[in-house]
């Protein structure tokens, strides 16, 4: 029986209970919702919803980043019969606006810190959400039933600067999306039991159509678990792959020609580059299991379990597809508008024509037109474009909808895309850019007499290309577009441009451009030299620098000194790198990174990333069994004993501990190589068993590749102590230089799986017995593990060690009791937006205070 509405689908979560539903990244930790906590606080944002006076048809615009509260906040405007308008993440402020006017919000759901456009409009921020819900025990009340014909969600598709228009979708489209999906999978759902449960990492954007697709209606039918990241850094990606043991990717193609570039560069680094291209050629036409097993090393560094890329938004390049085929992994690809609320063709998994697009999901009609043009008929047809309370049809009066869309089909049903004949650029991140607004960019910048934006072909899909004809040839061109683009979101920006050397454009009778002849012109003068501007000069690293550190504006030239001239921390460093590596789609790595010294090397680095492996090596098998059990033995046996023989340290404070049962943030005053001991005799039990530290990387590193000129016996015994250390003391590496972003992550996944983090925030050991001071990445730490942070001193080590260094302390004399104070101060926590170096300052001073 056909569903009759979406909240069904709420009522399947709670079914689910407590299977993990959705897993999001936040700062450095991974945050895990079950089906039962999303369905409980979407019922209980319903009746929040209700308080605050939202009738069913009001709208709600949705703001935000993907994560579990979206979910929530979504399927809650279902429940009360709310209208959603979900805005890109990445939209401005001034659409945002612009889009709340056209359809008469009532209420703007957003993350924290997104940007203020109407401070008289209602407003709850995502991160609020569950305990906004939690206020409201008895929810039954509020739950609604709804009919395929209602109005769930108003797309407006890639906010553009001109009148926004939106999509309006009904139960019924996106049902209708959903239901052939469900029907095919049944035969596949005997075999899912071996893989469950099924792991999407979704970097498509929940403002998408199918992005939700993939997020919140696929994944409950399966049982499965849909996975958010906030970068798309490609080298991210592939370690999420493997951590969280994801099965499918879902993505637009960027992403996954990016990640192709990983793979091809981590080759290369290696020094296989040769013997993979003779694999490659060998691997066409064999069976996928074979294929699987020629390359068996990418597919470990992936995870066994990852088998399947899905790809939306945009056209895949066929090289792309054919690239990750080859090497035994499923591509996925369909095709499909916001209006058809998503899908109209889509890929079978096992059974799929290289270089289509799919054949028409059941329920769908496709048919093309005299001209190519790809025409689509079903259900999931939007129901109109939102015009105040009433609606412009999409379709015409047989019902057909006219995608704009070129397309070929083959006798056996698979379409194949052509290209597009309506005036729209779908560039590879699956983003549609409008010719409109930026030639209206454009045009307001003084020197521009007239413009065109055209779109230059990528691999089936397209990038904005300005092409100029200036009132004087004195003008520059490039700051002209340089301007145009500080007015404009990051997708549409314009990274080509093109002067018209002639008087005029070629126009038709009515005077418009002739943007084909255009076109071809501008083509053929790229073919012949590239000209780039904006983001790729050192005036875009510079305006990104910026951005990162809060300074202004930047105009710095490319011989600018990160330190001496723009003053950059080590800790702008990091938030600096992460920035460019989402914004560039490359993994920059971080000793190369590190090594930077100007704004043109920095332009050097994102032009040709590095291709060097990461140093340091990060120990999972420390914190599983049976090496936690050997521990633990041996700590009791050998290390208790020998830290109350050597020391007897007094403990203070203990009772700041009590109640607090999860993870915590452990940082100290470092004193000598001892202090771990100390610190695990002052914790509790619970915590000093679930307690990892972190340790000089440049030492672990020295430790594990002892230097050559060693003898074989030495080398031996430092690759000893690296594998004792790390067994007995769970440490990991955390770099003093450079490097120690991941160090950071890697204490979010020691914290996700209940380890508590100890951290020596001086860097060194102290010198004179003074506490030095704290660095300033301890800050961004303490924010992003969001754990409770304690603080801890020792006392008395620094001179008994100085004592028995210069012989004024017999080594066998027996330690008075007291010589040695280890104190607990109270835990506190610190809100994710916090100063890191305010927060780092903090902590010395209760440190201090001790």
């Not at 025990?137 to 009148?163: Q, Y």
């Not at 441009?497 to 084909?516: G, H, I, M, S, Y």
């Not at 010198?767 to 603080?791: N, Y």
Request: aromatic fraction near 8%.
């Amino acid at each position: 029986m056909a569903r009759q509405s979406l909240i069904e689908f709420i009522e399947e979560y709670g079914r689910r209970g407590g299977e993990i539903a959705v897993a999001h990244r936040r700062g450095y930790r991974m945050e895990r919702w079950t089906y039962a906590r999303v369905a409980k606080t979407a019922r209980g944002f319903a009746a929040e919803l209700a308080t605050r006076g939202i009738a069913p048809g009001d709208r709600v615009l949705l703001w935000g980043d993907n994560c579990a509260e979206w979910v929530a906040a979504f399927f809650g405007c279902v429940l009360r019969g709310a209208v959603v308008v979900p805005l890109d993440r990445i939209a401005t402020a001034e659409f945002a606006g612009r889009v709340a006017q056209a359809v008469e919000a009532k209420l703007l759901i957003c993350s924290r810190g997104a940007p203020e456009f109407d401070a008289r409009m209602p407003a709850v921020s995502l991160e609020d959400i569950e305990a906004a819900a939690a206020r409201h025990a008895d929810v039954r009340g509020f739950a609604r039933t709804a009919a395929r014909g209602d109005t769930v969600e108003i797309v407006f598709t890639s906010g553009t600067t001109a009148e926004p228009r939106g999509v309006v979708l009904t139960h019924g489209n996106i049902l209708a999306n959903i239901e052939p999906l469900e029907t095919q999978m049944q035969e596949y759902l005997r075999y899912e039991k071996f893989a469950h449960p099924l792991r999407f990492l979704n970097l498509l954007p929940l403002s998408h159509v199918f992005g939700q697709l993939m997020s919140m209606f696929i994944p409950p039918l399966l049982g499965g678990t849909v996975i958010f990241l906030d970068t798309l850094s490609p080298a991210e990606v592939a370690r999420t792959v493997r951590r969280e043991r994801v099965t499918a990717l879902v993505s637009v193609p960027r992403l996954i020609e990016s990640l192709q570039g990983q793979v091809e560069r981590e080759v290369e680094a290696a020094g296989r580059l040769e013997k993979f291209h003779v694999n490659f050629a060998a691997a066409d036409g064999e069976h996928f299991l074979k294929r699987c097993w020629r390359f068996r090393r990418i597919h470990g560094q992936l995870g066994w379990k990852f088998w399947a890329f899905i790809s939306g938004g945009a056209a895949l390049p066929e090289s792309v597809e054919t690239f990750w085929r080859r090497l035994g992994y499923a591509v996925i690809q369909g095709y499909g508008l916001t209006e058809t609320t998503s899908l109209v063709s889509v890929n079978h998994p096992f059974r799929t024509g290289r270089g289509s697009i799919g054949k028409a999901m059941p329920g769908m009609e496709i048919k093309l037109s005299a001209e190519g043009e790809i025409l689509v008929r079903g259900e999931n047809v939007a129901s109109g474009y939102w015009q105040g309370r009433a609606q412009d049809a999409m379709a015409d009066a047989e019902g057909w909808f006219r995608t704009g869309d070129l397309g070929e089909m083959d006798a056996e049903g698979n379409l194949f895309f052509k290209g597009r004949r309506k005036n729209v650029i779908v560039t590879p991140a699956g983003m549609n850019v409008y010719p409109d607004d930026l030639e209206v960019a454009l045009r307001r910048q003084a020197g521009v007499r007239d413009c065109v934006v055209v779109g230059i072909e990528r691999d089936g899909n397209a990038e904005a290309c300005a092409v100029l004809l200036l009132e004087d040839s004195s003008a520059n061109p490039a700051a002209i577009v340089d301007a145009a683009n500080q007015t404009l979101v990051e997708y549409q920006k314009m990274r080509q441009w093109v002067v018209w050397q002639e008087a005029d454009f070629p126009r038709t009778a009515t005077q418009k451009p002739l943007l084909p002849l255009i076109r071809a012109a501008v083509a053929r003068k790229l073919e012949e030299a590239t000209t780039t501007v904006g983001d790729d000069k050192p005036s875009g690293i510079a305006d990104l620098i910026a951005r990162v550190t809060r300074r202004g504006n930047s105009r710095v030239s490319a011989n600018a000194d990160l330190e001496r001239d723009l003053q950059l921390s080590s800790l702008d460093r990091v938030e600096l790198m992460s920035a460019l590596e989402e914004k560039y789609q490359v993994d920059l790595g971080e000793t190369r990174f590190a090594e930077a010294k100007t704004v043109g090397e920095l332009e050097r680095l994102v032009r040709e990333p590095p291709t060097r492996p990461q140093t340091y090596r990060f120990p999972r098998w420390a914190q599983r069994w049976p090496v936690t059990w050997i521990r633990l033995g041996i700590y009791y046996l050998l290390v208790w004993p020998a830290t109350w023989l050597l020391a007897k340290p007094v403990i203070r404070g203990r009772e700041n501990l009590r109640g607090i049962r999860g993870p915590v943030l452990v940082v100290a005053n470092h004193v000598t190589y001892v202090d771990i001991g100390c610190v695990l005799a002052a914790l509790p039990a619970f915590f000093r068993h679930q307690l990892a530290t972190a340790m000089e990387a440049e030492r672990l590193y020295g430790m594990r590749y002892p230097a050559t000129e060693m003898n074989f016996f030495m080398r031996m015994v430092n690759r000893m102590d690296y594998f004792l250390v790390i067994a007995l003391f769970n440490v990991f590496p955390l770099p003093k230089q450079s490097g120690f972003r991941e160090s950071f992550a890697f204490a979010g996944e020691l914290a996700d799986g209940g380890w508590s983090v100890l951290v020596f925030p001086e860097g060194a050991r102290t010198k004179d017995g003074k506490l030095a001071r704290f660095r300033g990445g301890i800050g961004l730490l303490a924010t992003r593990l969001h754990l409770p942070v304690v603080p801890v001193r020792i006392d008395g080590l620094w001179e008994l060690a100085q004592a028995r260094l210069t012989g004024k302390s017999s080594r066998l004399k027996p330690v008075p009791k007291g010589a040695v104070k280890v104190t607990i101060g109270a835990p506190v926590t610190f809100a994710a937006d916090a100063d890191a170096e305010e927060i780092a300052r903090e902590l010395e001073r209760r440190v201090a205070e001790l």
